[in-house]
Nanobody, 121 residues
Framework: VQLVESGGGMVQPGGALRLSCAAS????????MSWVRQAPGKGPEWVSG????????YYADSVKGRFTISRDNAKNTVYLQMNSLKPEDTAVYYC???????????????WGQGTQVTVSS
């Protein structure tokens, strides 16, 4: 069972990145999926969630209007489109598989290894 994130990197403020999270060993269609980030010296911060079918999406206030979560169950992959990036978005971004309760509890069945996003001029 594995979740593998990709697409991170360094970008200037105002720039954009698209993160991908590919699952193997299990089917994401049974799971609500989330993106969680952790900045240096800080605790985990839930960023966004999407229900099993993709029809409902949820965002932290800090990213609302700038980030878009989506999923392709046929490809067993979840995405996070990040626009208008700010220096405070700098963090390691993790994808995680769980339930809608996971958005609040931070308890997930599976976690990825994370991908670094750095926003700096």
């Amino acid at each position: 069972v594995q979740l593998v994130e990709s697409g991170g990197g360094m970008v200037q403020p105002g720039g954009a990145l698209r993160l991908s999270c590919a699952a193997s060993g299990f089917t994401i269609s049974s799971y609500a999926m989330s993106w969680v980030r952790q900045a240096p010296g800080k605790g985990p911060e839930w960023v966004s969630g999407i229900n099993t079918g993709g029809g409902s999406t949820y965002y932290a206030d800090s990213v609302k209007g700038r980030f878009t979560i989506s999923r392709d169950n046929a490809k067993n992959t979840v995405y996070l489109q990040m626009n208008s990036l700010k220096p405070e978005d700098t963090a390691v971004y993790y994808c995680a598989a769980g339930t809608p309760d996971s958005y609040y509890s931070n308890k997930y069945d599976y976690w990825g290894q994370g991908t670094q996003v750095t926003v700096s001029s």
